[in-house]
């Protein structure tokens, strides 16, 4: 015998005529307020855009200027807080080189294997004689000392040089060139526009001369 299936009994619910004027008030309620919010925005977007057209062409130039300079400040603060951390006082004496070298060394050092140590002791214990020649260097730490040599010491080096940088493209005409460009460059600075004179008239008689001697040729080729 197939099993009856109870059919549930459905009754529309009734809504007054008092309700549903309610219910389309509050919806035109929300369609005024929300036709409101979008007329408020569109406004403030065109007011913005109108400011942005006003602007001048090099206003984006400013702006970059400005936010370099925020970095910067904010770069510079920040080694400053590091150096009022850790002062670079310079050298007094040998013994205070040689004690800040030592802590700057020590700060990098790894932490201690205490596994390791603990086998060296078993394995070196009943050693007579010294263990300086059955020590094996680590990988680790000869990348270390490589590293520290190659890259790390030569960066600092360059940072701490007084020396002027070479350039390969620069002319060579003297060992003082800076010395020399400083000189040219005050002498140009106060007597540039008295010598302008002297110098034009230097200067034409020599293209005179290379003039003709070009024409000089030309006539003994003829």
């Not at 603060?77 to 310079?90: F, L, S």
């Not at 990988?139 to 010491?153: C, P, R, Y």
Request: proline share 3%; charged share 30%.
């Amino acid at each position: 015998m197939a099993p009856q299936i109870e059919l549930s009994t459905w009754t529309p619910t009734t809504i007054t005529f008092a309700e549903r004027q309610v219910n389309r008030i509050k919806r035109l309620r929300s369609l005024r307020s929300a036709r409101k919010q979008a007329r408020i925005n569109n406004y403030q977007e065109t007011v913005a855009e109108e400011a942005r057209s006003n602007l001048p062409p090099n206003s984006t130039l400013d702006d970059q200027a400005k936010s370099q300079e925020t970095e910067k400040a904010a770069d510079a603060e920040r080694v400053e807080r590091k150096k009022r951390k850790n002062p670079d006082e310079g050298f007094s004496t040998y013994e205070q080189a040689t004690v800040s070298q030592y802590n700057g060394l020590v700060e990098n050092m790894p932490t201690a294997d205490m596994e390791q140590n603990e086998s060296k002791k078993q394995k070196y214990d009943d050693a007579v004689d010294g263990v300086s020649n059955m020590h094996e260097d680590r990988e680790e730490a000869i990348d270390k000392m490589v590293n520290d040599l190659s890259e790390e010491q030569i960066v600092k080096r360059a940072r701490y040089s007084t020396r002027c940088g070479y350039n390969d493209d620069a002319d060579i005409d003297s060992t003082k060139n800076k010395k020399l460009e400083t000189a040219d460059w005050n002498l140009n600075r106060f007597y540039g526009e008295n010598t302008a004179s002297t110098k034009q008239n230097l200067v034409l008689p020599f293209c005179c001369w290379c003039k003709l001697q070009q024409y000089a040729q030309y006539l003994s080729q003829i």
